[in-house]
């Protein structure tokens, strides 16, 4: 599924530039009197003590048996053996991939894996606690969120230093438009009328839209984090605790429902116009600029007034999808703050009812998601409302109702939720996916597993059947390893490669953990290595978290106050698409050319996936609050030694 979040369609393409990381990179050039090309690539994060570890030499020339050592600092030989057997052809560049098996190291510290032979290559690794490891990545994933605050309440920091979009406190709703073929708008806005307080919540990206169908998902993401997961990103976790910033995403979501009217406002701002409409990825500035942009300009009157959408008239039927999540995030809402926060948690838990109340179950047409609808071309809803009734169950299960609430019976909700789930397995997108904003029915099926509480008598779907559809998903991400040298989970030349390796890492915890087994721990532990590091361009696709990562995000903050060569201040934290089947180009005014001096130093790593670390190439290296909602949970499923 594809973001088309990026800088708008119709500005100029750009030349592609050359540049360089250097030595960071990894790896080797041929050395003197070497026959070829070697690169060591490893999870750049580390190693937990007990779990697989696995590194990967990507050869030029064949290097079968090619002899590797660990070293410790002290420069102590701690394991020695030879590569395993050739795992096939990366690039016409690098035709051999071979695993470098080290898990019996296990002891704490900084270690080399040299490899001999051919195609002599190095790589440093981290191997220790997963607690000690991985709570650094999930403090830059918070720090991410906080970047992504709008409105008055932000985190000042040397990316944040003003509020922004103040206007969205008495902002206009307005009707769905339509749009052409290429996503225009057709003529004007038509206003409804009506003001509501659409202030504070996430910007979506590297734009400053924001959207409740990529909201709820990440916040119901963290929100779980946060309950289940008290010491890595709860009430325990210190300068990791998310309890905060998931209480600023529900109450962003609560803004955006109309609990009394019954109405859900779906959007704000624009990210396409027309020729008489600019929006706001036809410009690149700074968030606190738009308030006044442009002084009275008409044309850019969306930019300093941003438009809300309203999802349907009061009392209607609301897109399945967006009521599901939506009232998946507000239901966890209620069991997090429940007890430190009365007063949110009921009004998370009566807007959670009501918006589930309202899902039309016979949707028509394009589910809602974005205008236009390209931006998130969303078609599974089934697994939506699964995981939406499985967290009122939960919730309505905590006790301490509110009066007034539709329904008090946990049970309505449980078999509400296994008859969406029956519809998600016998339906026509049954583990098509794997874990990311478009397909959630992992965490659904995982906590209607948990809410089932080991009986599933009258229910439409069993704890059996539930599982079996979870290894029907991570199956899919076996079967596509088998074709990848590096046995990542997911094609590397598609869109949202991160997401769902992080995904994929989440699931198969999942698994392990709701079985009491440890049947896809070492795949998870490579799927998250993965997109850590363990890949071909020998990069980390999550800023910050690793020695080599994006330096060039196509964020605007991050490019208009941050740095351009990955030193401080960065977007830590902030995960990115990934590898694609290609890297778009195309610059905007005030756009900061990144890399400053040009140029693509993972071009040679490509094959038929590219990765750019270039600002104009959103298909890469823009990153989403979705894109990055599993990473915290992978890494808080480590940290807890879940893996």
């Not at 209620?334 to 109340?357: G, I, K, M, W």
């Amino acid at each position: 599924m594809s973001h088309w979040r990026g800088i708008a369609a119709a500005i100029v393409a750009a030349a592609l530039g050359i540049g360089a990381y250097g030595a960071l990179l990894g790896g080797s050039s041929p050395a003197a009197g070497s026959a070829g090309e070697g690169n060591v690539r490893v999870n750049q994060v580390g190693y937990p003590l007990s779990a697989d570890k696995r590194a990967y030499l990507m050869a030029s020339v064949p290097a079968a048996r090619a002899p590797f050592t660990v070293t410790d600092d002290g420069g102590r030989v701690v394991a020695a053996g030879v590569v395993g057997p050739d795992l096939g052809r990366w690039s016409p560049r690098y035709r051999h991939v071979y695993p470098i098996d080290f898990t019996r190291v296990r002891r704490a510290g900084t270690y080399a894996v040299s490899v001999g032979g051919p195609v002599p290559a190095r790589a440093m690794v981290q191997v220790g606690a997963g607690a000690a490891l991985y709570a650094g990545p999930i403090r830059n994933a918070l720090s991410f969120y906080r970047v992504q605050r709008d409105g008055a309440a932000i985190v000042r920091s040397a990316l944040r230093t003003a509020p922004t979009h103040l206007n969205d406190a008495h902002a206009m709703t307005y009707r769905t438009p339509k749009v052409d073929g290429d996503g225009a708008f057709k003529g004007d806005l038509s206003p409804l009328g009506v003001r509501v307080n659409a202030a504070g919540g996430w910007w979506d990206a590297g734009d400053y839209l924001k959207f409740v169908h990529a909201t709820a998902y990440t916040d119901a993401v963290l929100l779980m984090g946060v309950r289940d997961f008290p010491a890595q990103m709860g009430a325990r976790a210190g300068s990791a605790d998310f309890d905060a910033e998931a209480q600023f995403g529900a109450r962003w979501l609560l803004r955006m429902w109309d609990d009394r009217a019954r109405t859900l406002y779906y959007q704000v701002g624009i990210g396409n116009g027309n020729d008489a409409i600019v929006s706001d990825h036809d410009i690149w500035r700074l968030p606190q600029d738009d308030d006044t942009y442009g002084g009275h300009d008409p044309a850019f009157r969306y930019i300093r007034h941003r438009p809300v959408f309203r999802a349907g008239p009061p009392g209607s039927p609301v897109s399945p999808n967006l009521a599901g999540r939506d009232a998946a995030a507000l239901a966890l809402c209620y069991q997090v703050y429940r007890t430190t926060d009365p007063r949110l948690a009921r009004n998370c838990l009566v807007s959670a009812e009501h918006l589930f109340d309202l899902a039309d179950t016979t949707p028509k047409g394009h589910l809602t998601t974005a205008i236009p609808f390209d931006f998130y071309p969303e078609s599974e809803w089934r697994d939506d409302l699964e995981l939406g009734a499985t967290e009122l169950y939960r919730a309505v299960a905590a006790g301490g109702l509110p009066r007034g609430l539709p329904h008090r019976d946990p049970r309505h909700y449980v078999e509400l939720a296994a008859h969406w789930a029956h519809a998600y397995i016998h339906g026509p997108n049954d583990a098509a996916d794997t874990l990311n904003l478009y397909d959630v029915s992992a965490l659904g099926h995982g906590e209607l597993i948990r809410a089932m509480h080991g009986r599933d008598g009258g229910l439409a779907v069993t704890r059996a059947g539930l599982l079996a559809d979870l290894r029907r998903q991570l199956a899919r991400g076996i079967a596509q390893g088998k074709t990848d040298p590096f046995g990542f989970g997911y094609g590397w030349a598609q869109y949202d490669t991160t997401t769902h390796g992080t995904g994929l890492a989440v699931t198969a915890s999942l698994y392990d953990e709701l079985t009491h087994s440890h049947r896809y721990a070492a795949l998870g532990m490579r799927w998250l290595g993965n997109v850590l590091g363990a890949n071909a361009w020998g990069s980390s696709f999550i800023v910050g978290d690793g020695r080599v990562y994006p330096h060039c995000t196509q964020h605007q903050v991050a490019n208009i106050a941050g740095s351009l060569d990955g030193s401080a201040p960065v977007l830590a934290g902030a995960s990115v698409e990934g590898p694609n089947s290609e890297a778009t180009s195309g610059r905007l005014p005030h756009m900061r050319a990144c890399p400053a001096g040009g140029g693509d130093a993972f071009a040679r790593f490509n094959s038929s996936a590219v990765y750019r670390d270039n600002v104009e190439s959103y298909s890469t290296v823009e990153p989403a609050i979705d894109l990055t909602a599993t990473s915290p949970l992978a890494f808080a499923r480590v940290a807890a030694g879940r893996f």
